[in-house]
T-cell receptor, first 111, second 113 residues
Framework: GQQLNQSPQSMFIQEGEDVSMNCTSS?????WLWYKQDPGEGPVLLIA?????ELTSNGRLTAQFGITRKDSFLNISASIPSDVGIYFC???????????FGGGTRLMVKP | GAVVSQHPSRVICKSGTSVKIECRSL??????MFWYRQFPKKSLMLMAT?????????EQGVEKDKFLINHASLTLSTLTVTSAHPEDSSFYIC?????????FGPGTRLTVL
């Protein structure tokens, strides 16, 4: 099936640094979602984006829905150790439909 | 918030046996649930869409006779891995839809010996 290209695959950063990751697709999505997954757990929704060009924040997290509807980025500011985990982007064509996931970005934070 | 549970959280079984995994929406009703499979250090891959009261829709390459899905009620979908083999060992995650948003279960780790 279709895949989203997510980069980087992994990041090892110092506590306090900002982080940026992005996803691109060859086709458009009408919703972009960002999830975090801890080891042995299911994904938890961080931010949902519903309109092209939309910029949304959730605490230290900021995400944007690309104007072409084919990309999205997630920024984490002032990272802390509990930010460690795998971050996934997901695209959705229509509400309630299946999600297509990116390959994930593994974030490691050094205290 | 909407809570989705899975049972069991982990299961170890012998090759050739069948394993049933339950996905429940605890505080809401879901006409649609999704089943995903995740290999170590990989992304989630959709296996099938489970629709209450009708047959599941399987993604290309997923054997419907191997992975039986039953969505008998608005709060329960089950995935049965039939005649499991070691290559079926994986992390299986379900999600349930509420107000067009998907809420994920905590996953079930299946190990087939």
């Amino acid at each position: 099936g279709q895949q989203l290209n997510q980069s980087p695959q992994s990041m090892f950063i110092q506590e306090g640094e900002d982080v940026s990751m992005n996803c691109t697709s060859s086709s458009i999505f009408n919703t972009w979602l960002w999830y975090k997954q801890d080891p042995g757990e299911g994904p938890v929704l961080l931010i949902a984006l519903y309109k092209a060009g939309e910029l949304t924040s959730n605490g230290r997290l900021t995400a944007q829905f690309g104007i072409t509807r084919k990309d999205s980025f997630l920024n984490i500011s002032a990272s802390i150790p509990s930010d460690v985990g795998i971050y996934f982007c997901a695209g959705q064509l229509n509400a309630g439909n299946m999600l297509t996931f990116g390959g994930g970005t593994r974030l490691m934070v050094k205290p | 918030g909407a809570v989705v549970s899975q049972h069991p959280s982990r299961v170890i079984c012998k090759s050739g046996t069948s394993v049933k995994i339950e996905c429940r929406s605890l505080d809401f009703q879901a006409t649609t649930m999704f089943w995903y499979r995740q290999f170590p250090k990989k992304s989630l891959m959709l296996m099938a869409t489970s629709n209450e009261g009708s047959k599941a829709t399987y993604e290309q390459g997923v054997e419907k006779d191997k992975f039986l899905i039953n969505h008998a009620s608005l709060t329960l979908s089950t995935l049965t891995v039939t005649s499991a083999h070691p290559e079926d060992s994986s992390f299986y995650i379900c999600s349930a839809t509420l107000s067009a948003q998907q809420f994920f279960g905590p996953g079930t780790r299946l190990t087939v010996l």
